[in-house]
């Protein structure tokens, strides 16, 4: 169904004549069902602001338990509800928990109702049914059609800006609700605070202050109206409170210009003409009322809705242009949506001014860089941060520069963890930090001074209260029943170690090399012979009982099981095929775990692995497992790695709501899916090789940074030709199994000649 | 008692020979009994940081109802407790309701306990018994031994920095509590949220933000200690909740550096031997952590606990020694604890930068001028305002300053009403501001663009939400049925407007000065001739039945009854005689209110008046009065004036704990002291006139920043020569009622030669 409205949606730039470009591909509903998380909103690349529908209220919390329904929620939107709450200004882009939501607008016709309602009785409250039929999604626009009014609601951004316009297609009494109690992962008590003032008939500030996944989180706004209110109004919706105030004196429900309390809604009134629109800018601020009030007037202040769309496209084209792919429409849609995906996080953290919130909840200026917000390190380091060094080497020079800020700004004196909005979040697990760094020095993309770099990834890497840390330091692992998930902490530590070990090994610091050469090989010391698995020991030394390695459940991983992140060892697979018994017994135990069936049973209680992202017992809905298609390279059937790619290629990314198998994860899911299509992937980011696996592509050209081009190129392309028969390289045969970045990077052309046949041993 | 005990304290110098400074008459103790809300803690002249005892820790609400004890506590102190909860470091002087008392110190011998224990049970708490024979207190300097321990607690100040330095009588573990809980009229509730950073061992850095009298309220500090701590934990005393986030990782109790919360306390733990002193710098800042450390660095870093006691008291000398008063020993203990408590607000509110949080929120920039806050203008107009009009030019020059800018960060586009910390909190009535800055304009204080005043002024007095402004606007009264205390502020509107008149007028606009002169005279309006007093009136124009003149309960009148409130024009004296009958009626009508006693039951609901403040029916320890002992200068009896103005002050001032009557409302009371015992009052601030009343003085010499002199002399003074038989200025007879700020600038000596017997009429 989806596939076929796509083809309509295309068919009258094909009946023009006119080539469709990797923005007319990018489908931003893809993922938007179920699992993916992502939204299908406003953005601008890399932009603050994310304005774009939420489809209902859940909370995170019922009768003070944790409410598992919220979890399709991450993104604010669900493809299979039939109303949306209205349009909220921030959201992340595939995660598997979350925050955000803030500054919810709604318009309405009609008599005013000031609560959302129920997702069942939509009349009941300011939320409205709608249709896909009459949704529009594109890089940086979005539009829908609330049946309720009815209205046309359109919305665009810049990079600080969500702009809106509501074209109502009634007369009548309309209002704009401004929910300020509305957000993603709410529960009560989350709004901390918040504070509105009105400044003049067109324009409001404010912020929003939350205690969620950011501990201590602050958002501000500045709004203006393309036309005055004519009234405007707000209702308090705490409980009653002895203390309120002299505040009392006042009615503030009733066009008063300052308004503070935790659960505020307010509503802007106006009389409206049937086919009028009202348009709205609504300005972020990571730092206060004023950084909105200039950042509204730097970016969008006199620019028409229709003005700031176009600029927005502008936006999209010349990063979406950088990548020219060549391929079937399904594929392109997949890859093009991907590309699109990779560069919505992290974003931009700062005012126009270079002012931002930092850790500290100081206001820092940032001087030589952009800071950046939004690090979920534990997907992204694996193939969305090598991608940026590809594609994006200046970013994500920023990027690192945003992460040494935090560093210094850190009273645990620790890089990021799992970080965003000034704050660590410490979401799951590792200082995968240390891999982005080393990545970008040893593929020269950070340009600065590397010792500080390591000077702070040991400091990180030392800190002895981190999650087990301590025991991982004096024993070289850390014993389950003083922290859970040992055994994943373990091997996740240790390659960290092996990216600080990368950089003290650049800078001739022979002292940290070996110590963290040294701590890289404690994988070692999880494993166990007997079973053949990596597997949780406890204080006395000795291996836990009752280990089943199919469960994702208190085995001692994280959303993984035994069975996969065994085979994390990215930094040294030699070793690894040598634990697991030899190149034929890795093989056979990478064939078991494609082949196998995993029981729902073993994942069921995992919120981030369903179905959907298994195949046999492999897991590429989560990240654990990106790596291993790729393992079997160090096999002599490396072969089998060109048909797993493929297989899961085409098994877990489709055109369509449900494309998306997993959490998209900031983006780790679709780099995974970039590279992989292009025919090599970053098993291990801290080195300068990338594996070679089985191009799904006809063609794709990167247009680079530093002017040169870097193409892959196939022969005999094909649905059947999985298989690499001979790769060459500027030419000339390429005969190793990998390819390195300063190829990439020297510019040049890769060719992969198909096969349907596998090659011979 | 406490007379004798401040004889003995003053003994040594006299025995030494020496003669006493107004900084050695400072008995920063008066007024903490009862009902004077005076602190008797550390700070310096206007400075930022109030450190001092907190003897309780009554709460605002007790199962969600409004708790009258919370009110003896407005500045954290009550003399007749016997135990400190700690040191916190801000406060009010003298203030009717309450907030602030921000993180509180304490230290500790021996096991650690959390909590601050119960009054009657010490030893079930971190708080301590204390005695106030081992108590001393002086400008900028206070000192007492906690019993338990024992540990003797030493505080001073900075503009900016609270020192404290505790000295450990016994050997063992030490513990410094900082308790983020604790607050002056706290409620549960209250803190809105609060953030903590230990830095490294010396130095933690937070902030405090509060939800109550300043609605929106941040307070953020940075505090080193001159030994470090070798452990230190955290509780959060805010109850189960289920979302605390992936925080939950880590054990926050224990040497963890990060915590935020809404119930935090923290104690940081040492071992000292006996005798040892550790001394604590806490710096307060209303931008950010970052600021408060800038603070530290710039005022008190690197210095010891004595040299920052005596640079304390040096600006102390600097500012009381701007008057010389010789007078009986009692009396210069009045005076001069008078002047010091009118140099404790408003409040220096910036960081050493200049930098400070603007009323929306935002951080602004000071140019030009020095910030302050605190302005409790319904009081501080009467006699503050125009004392420092005198005494402190420069810094009321700035305030003006400090109301502009609230001015234009304010939504509702007013001047403070009653503002403090970057909030208005719209206690009281009247937009008094008015008045402030027609008094410094009239006395030429005010050096900058009087056009910009006249704007902000008219603008403020034309807010037709505001407090019963529209239908005062349009009807000339406020209809007792619409809006309450409606006698109280059409009086103090009608005075306002009169201000706004004197601007309009000085800058030659003649249609504000008309509207305002009309205003001016609606205190007719509420005048009801056939009761002959100021009496409520009712939507429909007539006047209220059921009226008792002599209630203060839900009148017409605010803090006050129609007795004393009908008394109240005092931008018109002439007519309001005319009014009440003529000459002799309204003397007779002042006779009454100084002889007839008030019984209890007509101010027994009204927390600002108490028996204590009343002379017959006369209130002195409210200020709605404070002119009226004045009033007779307008009868052919001016002489009562002298006898009132002699009654009130031997009546209701004096050495002791319990030396003041009524609240001193950040100085008010005092002012009315000062002025009234050099002779004279400013009746009607806004003009340039001085009444004449009768000194208590011998003599007082003020040295004017101008430099210039300005004394008065008294010849035959004495307690019994109470009237004034003949006035000189500049040696000639001076046959005037008042004096004029001009000759107070012009530097002078006006002798006033006293009399056992009133002059004939």
Redo the contacts between chains.
């Keep these: 169904m989806r596939h076929f409205f796509l083809f309509l949606l295309s068919l009258p730039l094909i009946l023009a004549g006119q080539t469709k470009t990797p923005f007319d591909y990018v489908d931003p509903l893809i993922g938007t069902q179920r699992m993916g998380h992502v939204y299908p909103g406003a953005t601008v690349p890399f932009g603050m602001v994310q304005l774009s529908p939420d489809t209902d209220t859940i909370p995170?919390?019922v009768n003070?338990?944790?409410n598992p329904d919220v979890y399709k929620y991450c993104a604010g939107y669900q493809y299979d509800d039939k109303t949306i709450v209205g349009f909220s200004h921030t959201h992340f882009s595939g995660t598997g928990h979350s925050d955000l939501g803030d500054f919810l607008i709604m318009p309405t016709l009609g008599k005013l109702q000031l609560n959302p309602g129920m997702a069942d009785n939509p009349l009941s409250g300011y939320r409205s049914t709608f249709s896909h039929k009459n949704e529009d999604a594109h890089p940086g626009y979005y539009k829908v059609l609330l049946d309720e009014g009815p209205i046309v609601a359109e919305m665009t951004a810049t990079d600080r800006v969500g702009i809106h316009k509501y074209t109502f297609q009634q007369a009548g009494p309309a209002h704009i609700i401004l929910d300020m109690i509305h957000g993603i992962y709410n529960?009560d008590?989350?709004n901390?605070?918040s504070?509105v003032?009105?400044?003049d008939d067109y324009t409001v500030?404010g912020?929003r202050?939350t205690?969620?996944?950011a501990?201590?989180r602050l958002v501000y706004f500045a709004m203006r109206f393309s036309k005055p209110f004519k009234h405007y109004g707000c209702t308090d919706y705490d409980g009653p409170?002895?203390?309120r105030?002299?505040?009392r004196?006042?009615d503030q429900s009733d066009?008063?210009?300052?308004l503070?309390g935790k659960k505020l809604r307010l509503h802007f009134d106006f009389d409206v003409t049937r086919g009028e629109s009202i348009e709205i800018q609504m300005a972020l601020s990571p730092v206060?009322?004023?950084g909105a009030l200039f950042n509204l007037g730097s970016e969008s202040s006199g620019k028409t809705f229709d003005e700031l769309k176009a600029e927005a496209k502008k936006k999209w084209e010349s990063e979406l242009n950088k990548v020219t792919m060549e391929g079937s429409e399904s594929d392109k849609v997949n890859f093009y949506t991907a590309l699109y995906h990779t560069f919505l996080s992290p974003i931009l953290y700062q005012d126009g001014d270079g002012k931002y919130r930092g850790l500290?909840?100081?206001?820092h200026q940032a001087k030589g860089f952009k800071n950046y917000t939004i690090f979920s390190l534990w997907d992204t380091y694996r193939a969305l941060h090598p991608w940026f060094n590809i594609i994006q080497p200046s970013r994500n020079q920023d990027m690192i520069r945003s992460m040494m800020a935090h560093y210094q700004q850190?009273?645990?004196h620790m890089l990021p963890v799992?970080s965003h909005y000034a704050n660590e979040?410490?979401?799951m697990i590792g200082y995968h930090s240390v891999s982005v760094i080393a990545d970008a020095v040893a593929k020269d993309v950070y340009k600065g001074n590397v010792q500080e770099l390591l000077d702070a990834c040991v400091k990180t890497a030392r800190n002895r209260?981190y999650?087990g840390l301590g025991d991982y330091m004096d024993k070289g692992y850390i014993p389950e029943d003083k922290s859970s998930s040992s055994v994943s902490k373990v091997l996740e530590y240790a390659y960290d170690d092996w990216c600080i070990m990368t950089l003290a090994k650049k800078l001739g610091k022979y002292d940290i090399q070996k110590e963290f050469t040294e701590r890289s090989r404690n994988f070692s010391k999880v494993f166990d012979p007997q079973s053949g698995y990596m597997r949780p020991r406890l204080s006395d030394g000795s291996f836990k009982q009752d280990f089943d390695p199919l469960d994702t459940h208190g085995q001692g991983f994280i959303e993984g099981n035994s069975l996969n992140y065994s085979l994390y060892v990215p930094h040294d697979v030699p070793a690894l095929v040598m634990m697991l018994g030899g190149k034929a017994k890795f093989e056979k135990y990478l064939d078991n775990l494609f082949d196998n069936h995993l029981p729902d049973k073993y994942f069921e209680k995992t919120e981030d692995i369903t179905r959907e992202g298994i195949i046999g017992s492999y897991v590429h809905g989560n990240e654990p497992s990106h790596h291993i298609a790729y393992l079997y390279n160090w096999t002599g059937s490396y072969w089998k790695t060109q048909e797993k790619v493929r297989l899961i290629l085409n098994n877990q990314y489709r055109n369509g709501p449900d494309g998306l198998s997993g959490n998209d994860d900031c983006g780790q899911m679709s780099a995974w899916y970039l590279f992989s299509s292009m025919g090599f992937y970053p098993v291990c980011p801290g080195s300068d090789q990338y594996m070679l696996g089985s191009p799904l592509v006809e063609s794709v050209t990167i247009h680079l940074e530093n002017g040169k081009t870097f193409s892959v190129k196939t022969k005999n392309q094909g649905p059947q030709n999985i298989y690499v028969k001979k790769v060459t390289w500027q030419g000339f045969p390429w005969n190793e199994r990998y390819i390195t970045h300063a190829m990439i990077q020297s510019g040049g052309e890769l060719v992969f000649e198909m096969d349907s046949k596998p090659p011979k041993k």
């Excluded at 500290?360 to 206001?363: E, L, R, S």
């Design positions: 995170y919390e003070g338990k944790y529960y008590g989350k901390v605070w504070f003032q009105v400044i500030v912020y202050q205690n969620g996944w501990r201590t409170r002895v203390y105030g002299f505040w004196k006042f066009n008063f210009p300052e503070a206060s009322t004023a500290d909840q100081n206001i850190s009273a645990m799992w979040n410490w979401c209260r999650d």
